[in-house]
C-alpha cells in the first residue's frame, strides 16, 4: 500500500512568518500535485511536480519534488492570513492504465493576522 | 459553467437507510471519480470511471456501488449505510486520466450515519 505522510498535521503562525509543509513516502511517483482545500469546498489544484528536483513558484509559495520522487515540500514566504486552509499532497500512481491520486492526511494552516 | 455539482449537501441517515448521492459535471469530463475525506486521513478513493458506461473499485469501495450511465454523471449509492460510512464525500471529474490532468473536485455532500 502506497502511503504519504503529511507533517506538520497543524501549524497555526502569525502573519508574515515563513513555514514549509512537508510530504514523504517509502514509494516513488510518476508526480505529485498539491492541492488547497477551504472549509466546506472541494480541494483545488495548486501545482503538479513532475520531475525529480524540479521547483515550482507560484507568488509566494514554492514545492520541490525530491530527486527520487518520493518527497516533496511546499513552502510559503510571508504567509498571510488568506493562506488559511488545508492543503493536501497527492501522488500520482498508475494502477490499469489508468491515473490515481493517493493523497495525504492534509495540513491545517491557520495564519493570524 | 457549473463545474461539478453535488446533491444533496447534506443528509442524515438512520443505520440500514439506503441513499443515492449525485454528482454531475459540464465540463465533457470523460473521468469521473469519488472519494470520502475523514479527519486526519486525507481522502480515500471510492470508485471511478474512465467513461459512460464504465466503473472500476478505487481503495476503500466495501459498502459502495456506482453507476454512469451518462457521461455527465456519476451515481454513488450506499444501499445500507453504517455508522462508519459517516464522512465528507467529494466527487471529481478530469478530462484525461488523474495525475496527468487537472481533477475538478465538487463542493462536498456531508453524510452522517446515526
Known amino acids: 500500500t502506497q502511503l504519504l505522510e503529511q507533517s506538520p498535521q497543524f501549524l497555526s503562525i502569525q502573519e508574515g512568518e515563513n513555514l514549509t509543509v512537508y510530504c514523504n513516502s517509502s514509494?516513488?511517483?510518476?508526480?505529485l500535485q498539491w492541492y488547497r482545500q477551504e472549509p466546506g469546498e472541494g480541494p483545488v489544484l495548486l501545482v503538479t511536480v513532475v520531475t525529480g528536483g524540479e521547483v515550482k513558484k507560484l507568488k509566494r509559495l514554492t514545492f520541490q519534488f525530491g530527486d527520487a520522487r518520493k518527497d516533496s515540500s511546499l513552502h510559503i514566504t510571508a504567509a498571510q492570513p488568506g493562506d488559511t486552509g488545508l492543503y493536501l499532497c497527492a501522488g500520482v500512481t498508475w494502477w490499469s492504465n489508468t491515473g490515481k491520486l493517493i493523497f495525504g492526511q492534509g495540513t491545517t494552516l491557520q495564519v493570524k493576522p | 459553467n457549473a463545474g461539478v455539482t453535488q446533491t444533496p449537501k447534506f443528509r442524515v441517515l438512520k443505520t440500514g437507510q439506503s441513499m443515492t448521492l449525485l454528482c454531475a459535471q459540464d465540463m465533457n469530463h470523460e473521468y469521473m471519480y469519488w472519494y470520502r475525506q475523514d479527519p486526519g486521513m486525507g481522502l480515500r478513493l471510492i470508485h471511478y470511471?474512465?467513461?459512460?458506461?464504465?466503473?472500476a473499485k478505487g481503495e476503500v469501495p466495501d459498502g459502495y456501488n456506482v453507476s454512469r450511465l451518462k457521461k455527465q454523471n456519476f451515481l454513488l449509492g450506499l444501499e445500507s449505510a453504517a455508522p462508519s460510512q459517516t464522512s465528507v464525500y467529494f466527487c471529481?471529474?478530469?478530462?484525461?486520466?488523474?495525475?496527468?490532468?487537472?481533477?475538478?473536485f465538487g463542493p462536498g455532500t456531508r453524510l452522517t450515519v446515526l
Open positions: 470511471s474512465v467513461g459512460e458506461g464504465t466503473t
Open positions: 471529481a471529474s478530469s478530462l484525461l486520466s488523474g495525475g496527468t490532468d487537472t481533477q475538478y
Open positions: 514509494s516513488v511517483f510518476s508526480s
